[in-house]
């Protein structure tokens, strides 16, 4: 390096070197050849191969696998509060380009490695930041980072009461970090006390729960793929398998479907599910349903019920690693199977994996042997991903993780 720099020096093999190459911002811990013992867990290094050539500057975990992930490729740049608060600029402006202005109120406005912040995801439900910080170096930064967060957002005219954290996360351990929630408390503000709010995607209006619901409260990644399902509901009666808080059915209830029966295995998601619908004054094209989906499609072909011309399947992420994905694609082969089984030649079909461990390939296949064992072909209408507030990076596959399908059955 030609110049001085005030970071601890961590040297990686050329395995790591070539993928800080391709784009990919993690040094994993086998990848380390010497990292100072002096150097803080959490701390901002500087990433060097073998021979001493600067690769870029990254937060230290040393609890974790991934013992580096990189924030910079840039030498000149200093990690101070101007650092941060382009970055929290750049997310910003980048979901003002890519999103249609009435969806800025509802969606992930940092999406960790892609937008430069790893270990930071930041959701949007109105004047209410959701964030989680999965990283040692985030958590230790969050006083100085969240401030910042809000003060960008504001001097865009947004209006941001309060920020809530749900990290009440399993892969924080990984980091040597407690699981908690609750109201950061801004800095000569005061903490809001309400914990459910209501948002507005797709002219469809729904209460989040933001303190008790999954992940950060709302699935926001499929808003788009949910605006399709609505255009191709018309006349139809569908079946929302895994409905969760009801998105899906509504949007192919507001979309004009005849019917929608919505099925989620939890009492109090179906319960919100039902309260969205009498939200939107849908509850009387729509009926709710608490039942296993695994139980409940054998169940449907046992009974030779085959009134549903449209099916959705939407379910939770059936694997959160390598080792298990066989057993996941064997999940979601039968789902499609029965799905294929009880629909109509000429019914619709849509499908969807949000596990990054189920590849593409392999999620093809899975629905390709599915309809073959069904004695059905399936003509696609499209193919479809996460919603562009939630970027691919690419270089970094864990980033490209929904997959979408709409398919007719014949």
């Known amino acids: 390096m030609k110049q001085i720099r005030p970071y601890p020096i961590v040297t990686i093999t050329a395995k ?50 991934i013992r580096v992930r990189l924030l910079s490729r840039n030498p000149n740049d200093s990690f101070d509060e101007n650092f941060w608060l382009r970055r929290f600029q ?12 009435q969806d800025l109120s509802a969606c992930r406005v940092v999406f960790g490695e892609s937008d430069g912040l790893p270990g930071l995801t930041v959701d949007r439900f109105g004047g209410i930041l959701v964030v989680q910080t999965l990283s040692y170096g985030m958590e230790m930064r969050k006083a100085q980072l ?21 990290n009440d996360e399993p892969l924080r351990e990984k980091e040597g970090l407690e699981q908690s929630k609750g109201f950061f408390p801004l800095p000569g503000e005061e903490i809001p006390t309400e914990t459910v709010t209501e948002i507005l995607e797709n002219g469809i209006k729904y209460a989040v729960n933001f303190e008790n ?37 509504l949007n192919a209830a507001l979309g004009g479907a005849e019917h929608v029966t919505a ?30 989906v695994f139980d409940l499609l054998p169940a449907l072909l046992e009974e030779k019920r085959r009134e549903w011309d449209f099916i959705i399947l939407d379910p939770p992420a059936f694997t959160k690693s390598r080792r298990t994905a066989a057993q996941a694609a064997k999940g979601y082969k039968e ?56 970027p691919i990076l690419w270089g970094v596959p864990e980033t490209n993780y929904l997959k979408f399908y709409l398919f007719q059955v014949v």
């Open 213 to 249: 619901g999954q992940k950060t409260g709302f699935f926001l990644d499929q808003k788009y793929n949910r605006k399709a399902v609505g255009r191709l509901a018309k006349g139809k009666r569908v079946l929302d398998c895994f409905t969760h808080t009801g998105s899906f059915a």
């Open 16 to 65: 790591g070197r070539r993928a800080i190459e391709g784009g990919h911002p993690w040094v994993y811990e086998g990848e380390i050849v010497s990292c100072p013992g002096d150097a803080a867990n959490g701390s901002i290094v500087d990433v060097v191969d073998q021979k001493g050539a600067w690769l870029g500057a990254g937060l230290l975990s040393l609890h974790s696998l």
């Open 263 to 292: 099925v989620d295995v939890s009492q109090q998601a179906v319960d919100m599910a039902r309260k969205n619908a009498v939200l939107n004054g849908l509850e009387g094209k729509m009926d709710f349903l608490c039942a296993d």
């Open 90 to 101: 750049y997310a910003w402006a980048y979901r003002k380009s890519v999103l249609e202005p």
């Open 335 to 390: 789902i499609n199977y029965r799905a294929m089984r009880l629909l109509p030649r000429g019914g619709y079909l849509a499908t969807c994996s949000c596990s990054h461990f189920m590849e593409e390939g392999r999620f093809l296949g899975v629905i390709a042997a599915a309809a073959r064992d069904a004695g059905v072909q399936l003509k696609q209408i499209e193919a479809r991903q996460q919603a562009p507030d939630h």
């Open 146 to 166: 969240f401030p910042l967060l809000v003060k960008a957002l504001r001097e865009d005219g947004q209006d941001i009461r309060g920020i809530y954290e749900r």
